[in-house]
């Protein structure tokens, strides 16, 4: 079983997995930094070396993704994800093209490939999407107080932009079972204890599914859904 975690930058997709693999005893798989990927440098020396690069850049992702799914798949047991395969073509990759940094032919040559490799059996889609979403003000905050560089230097405009393209991504998602879970409506960083009813909410929704692995409050539907 495969369970996907998916937000843009600052929602705080690594807490959770962590939290939530914790919890239930998950397999873990944490997006890779992919230091190895010999586009990178050459991809942000500037706005040429962008469109020179891009889909060198995003081919480059898009099979090393496959590549981490596959052995994920073939090493079997339960899963968390964080951040899917989807996320990397259909909101990066995509967002690339719409700002001109990949040609038609390119975003063509690129979409052909992905829709291809979503027939693999290492596409098989997540047994459950948790989406994390919260308002730009609240997640451009996040991104401010965890301070990393590169994302500190980032445009507002950016983030504004990969924002609404989250948003637009997730109300035509229909791969899988999604839970929207709201980033104002916990703090797992300051209380760590708010994993507790998170974790009533994936229970009823993976009801039987998630392993057995220690006792846990039950949570009744009427309050989770409240």
Not at 6 to 27: H, I, S
Not at 84 to 91: R, V
């Amino acid at each position: 079983m495969l369970i996907g975690v998916a937000g843009m930058v600052g929602t705080g997709k690594t807490t959770l997995t962590r939290a939530l693999a914790a919890r239930f005893g998950l397999q873990l798989a944490l997006e890779s930094v992919d230091a190895d990927n010999p586009w990178l440098e050459s991809f942000y020396g500037g706005r040429d070396e962008m469109r020179a690069y891009a889909l060198h850049l995003q081919l480059h992702f898009l099979a090393t993704r496959f590549a981490s799914m596959r052995r994920m798949r073939g090493l079997g047991g339960s899963w968390i994800l964080d951040r899917t395969w989807y996320e990397d073509a259909e909101i990066f990759a995509r967002g690339l093209f719409e700002q001109g940094l990949m040609t038609s032919d390119e975003w063509t040559l690129y979409r052909s490939l992905y829709s291809e490799l979503l027939h693999s059996p290492a596409a098989r889609p997540p047994r459950l999407l948790i989406y994390l979403h919260g308002p730009i003000d609240v997640v451009l905050d996040r991104i401010a107080t965890r301070g990393r560089p590169k994302e500190k230097d980032a445009a507002v405009e950016y983030w504004t932009s990969l924002h609404a393209r989250y948003e637009q991504w997730i109300a035509e998602f229909r791969h899988c079972r999604v839970l929207p879970l709201d980033i104002r409506d916990y703090d797992l960083v300051t209380d760590p204890n708010a994993i507790e009813e998170i974790a009533g909410r994936l229970r009823v929704e993976l009801e039987g599914e998630l392993p057995q692995t220690e006792l846990w409050p039950a949570v009744s539907r009427k309050r989770v859904f409240a």
